[in-house]
Each structure stands twice: as structure tokens, then as C-alpha cells.
């Protein structure tokens, strides 16, 4: 059965940082690429940043380019997600994902709340 724990979330001053983790089980966590979506109140979900099975390839956002970093631990089936000078509109619920083909299935976290707020 796979599982995404994540965990790390909080509130923190505009400014500040945080390190959110994803503990994942249930599958060959080295084999799947790894993402990390956020979700505003009213607003839709949308994806913060992608990190390739090996680590080697991440993408993010246009919104915490040059300030979050997304890294993994594949020994510790473990997925981070490193959030340096948040500002309010990184408020939001952050989600760690993944997926496999053939079948296609998702799969989601529960999901870990950050609040920035002054």
C-alpha cells in the first residue's frame, strides 16, 4: 500500500524558511520522479516543483524559482522540499505526489499546512 507522509509545516514570519519532508513506503521509492503541489485557500492546486528518481533533474515554478529546493534521500525514501524567504503567498497546503504508468495511478499525501504571516 503506498503511503506519503508528509510532515514539517508551520507558521513562519515573510522571510523566513522551512524544510518540508515526504516519508514515502509501499512502493521502490528510487524508481518514481517526485513532486511537490500546493494548494491556497480558493485557489487551485498547482505544482511548486518535480524531482527526477535519480535526483538529477528538478524543475520548478516560476514563483519559488531561486528560492525552494527540491532534493531526496533515496536511501531514506524520503522527499524534501527546502523553502527559503517565504513570503505570504507561499501560504498555503503543500502535498507531496506521485505516479506510475501501465496502470496509471496517483498518488497523494495528506497534505502539510504553512502558514506565512507577519
Known amino acids: 500500500q503506498v503511503q506519503l507522509v508528509e510532515s514539517g509545516g508551520g507558521l513562519v514570519q515573510p522571510g523566513g524558511s522551512l524544510r518540508l519532508s515526504c516519508a514515502a513506503s509501499?512502493?521502490?521509492?528510487?524508481?518514481?520522479?517526485m513532486r511537490w503541489y500546493r494548494q491556497a485557500p480558493g485557489k487551485e492546486r498547482e505544482m511548486v516543483a518535480q524531482?527526477?528518481?535519480?535526483?538529477?533533474?528538478?524543475n520548478y515554478a516560476d514563483s519559488v524559482k531561486g528560492r525552494f529546493i527540491i532534493s531526496r534521500d533515496n536511501a531514506k525514501n524520503t522527499l524534501y522540499l527546502q523553502m527559503n524567504s517565504l513570503k505570504p503567498d507561499d501560504t498555503a497546503v503543500y502535498y507531496c505526489?506521485?505516479?506510475?504508468?501501465?496502470?496509471?495511478?496517483?498518488?497523494w499525501g495528506q497534505g502539510t499546512h504553512v502558514t506565512v504571516s507577519a
Open positions: 524531482i527526477s528518481h535519480s535526483g538529477g533533474d528538478r
Open positions: 509501499g512502493f521502490t521509492f528510487s524508481m518514481l520522479a
Open positions: 505526489y506521485t505516479w506510475q504508468t501501465s496502470p496509471d495511478r496517483d498518488y
